[in-house]
């Protein structure tokens, strides 16, 4: 009798990375997808099937998010991997600017304390997973850097790393791992580029700027393949690590 196709939980799952990974977790690992997103595109409605689920739903609502995925384990029996793709850059930011408090709240409600939620939700299945249950933390180089301006983005993807350490010393049979995809071709660059001159400096802007205009952004679909497969396939020895997905770790994850 054939295996049972694992299943993986994406979240951001509508476009860029997210939908780049649904695609590998599909049309080449054949895993079965749960898909969560607060809307959809023609891009992730193009690829529905009977092994994709798509579930509409706001990460930042706990309520909502736990009844995803309990639907998620009743439609497909087990949950295998989880990746933690949905974030917000938003506000872009001085520290000491009049950006009131409650912007960097929201900033967290979606950046870090979503991940609790999605965690807390998943664990019982994933120590369940046969060959450890895996969860991919979509990181930045943001979490140790210091970019001016970044201030709730560089926090928060901080916290997630720290986040993600900790999980891997708790949870020891869950494999844990946060990656930096690098400067993906995304509509975060495309706003960075629009709007990021208004609060970043001059030559960080300029940056992102000439990175795109040289053709040196990275698409999706290669960091996306390298999530996808550690998402089923990553070892124990790289659990609570952040590792960037075109490291020496990450090359037999990568596309060829």
């Known amino acids: 009798m054939a295996a049972q196709p694992r299943?993986?939980?994406v979240t951001g799952?509508?476009?860029?990375i997210g939908l780049a990974v649904i695609r590998h977790l599909l049309n080449k690992l054949h895993a079965n997808v749960v898909a969560i997103s607060r809307s959809s595109t023609p891009e992730l409605e193009a690829l529905r099937s009977e092994a994709l689920l798509h579930i509409k739903c706001d990460i930042t609502d706990e309520q909502a998010f736990n009844s995803a995925v309990s639907t998620a384990v009743k439609t497909y029996s087990t949950l295998d991997g989880v990746v933690l793709n949905a974030g917000t850059l938003d506000p872009l930011c001085h520290i000491g600017d009049n950006t009131p408090l409650s912007a960097w709240k929201k900033h967290f409600d979606v950046n870090f304390f979503s991940l609790v939620t999605a965690i807390k939700a998943t664990l019982p299945y994933l120590r369940k997973s046969t060959g450890r249950g895996k969860i991919v933390f979509v990181s930045s180089g943001a979490a140790v850097g210091g970019t001016a301006a970044w201030g709730p983005y560089n926090a928060s993807k901080a916290a997630m790393n720290s986040l993600c350490r900790t999980l891997a010393n708790e949870e020891t049979d869950v494999v844990s791992v946060a990656l930096r995809p690098g400067m993906v071709d995304t509509d975060m660059q495309e706003t960075l580029r629009q709007i990021g001159a208004a609060t970043m400096s001059k030559m960080d802007h300029e940056k992102f700027v000439r990175?795109?205009?040289?053709?040196?952004?990275?698409?999706?679909e290669d960091c996306g393949h390298v999530i996808a497969a550690l998402a089923l396939e990553a070892p124990k020895e790289l659990s609570g690590t952040f590792v960037s997905w075109d490291s020496e770790e990450c090359k037999p994850f990568r596309r060829v």
């Open 7 to 9: 299943t993986v939980l």
């Open 13 to 16: 799952a509508s476009k860029g």
């Open 211 to 220: 990175v795109h205009a040289d053709g040196k952004l990275v698409k999706p």
